[in-house]
């Protein structure tokens, strides 16, 4: 199973940036051990603070890959363009979140993207990405062996 998790603007300042809302880890220093936690899966990983570069990583593995954990950060709430790469793709994916929109401000708790996904998930911090590569994970068909 391959899976893509897709970051947008700012997401590279995980760690130091608004400790109290976002955490204190950096995504670079969780992608190790969540790619622990799912040895069968191949999980790669992409950010970019730049909308057109999130468009493109959409484009490009929107009809291969088995699924996209997507963090599009402020575009979450502006980017139409993002919601149109999210409907144009055949790849299912799921818009997580840090921290939980519906307790922040009004504008954060308006999501453009979240119709075109699966499902969504915030408020875990960085744990929003285990739990979305667990459900992504959790639809891959298993092998079952016999015993004769």
């Given at each position: 199973m391959q899976l893509l998790i897709l970051n947008g603007p700012n997401l590279n300042l995980l760690g130091r940036r608004e400790p109290?809302?976002?955490?204190?880890?950096?995504?670079?220093?969780?992608?190790?051990?969540?790619?622990?936690?799912?040895?069968?899966?191949?999980?790669?990983y992409f950010q970019s603070n730049h909308e057109g570069e999130l468009l493109d990583k959409l484009h490009e593995v929107?009809?291969?890959?088995?699924?996209?954990?997507?963090?599009a950060g402020g575009y979450t709430h502006t980017s139409v363009?993002?919601?149109?790469?999210?409907?144009?793709?055949?790849?299912?994916?799921?818009?997580v979140h840090l921290s939980n929109l519906h307790?922040?401000?009004d504008f954060r708790q308006r999501s453009l993207l979240g119709k075109h996904c699966?499902?969504?998930?915030s408020g875990f911090k960085l744990e929003s990405y285990r739990l979305a590569v667990q459900y992504f994970e959790s639809l891959r068909p298993r092998r079952v062996g016999f015993k004769v």
């Open positions: 109290g809302i976002y955490g204190t880890r950096s995504f670079d220093d969780y992608l190790p051990e969540l790619r622990a936690a799912f040895p069968e899966v191949t999980i790669e929107g009809y291969t890959y088995h699924g996209i954990v997507l963090n363009a993002l919601a149109d790469a999210v409907a144009a793709i055949n790849t299912p994916v799921i818009e307790a922040r401000e699966v499902g969504s998930i």
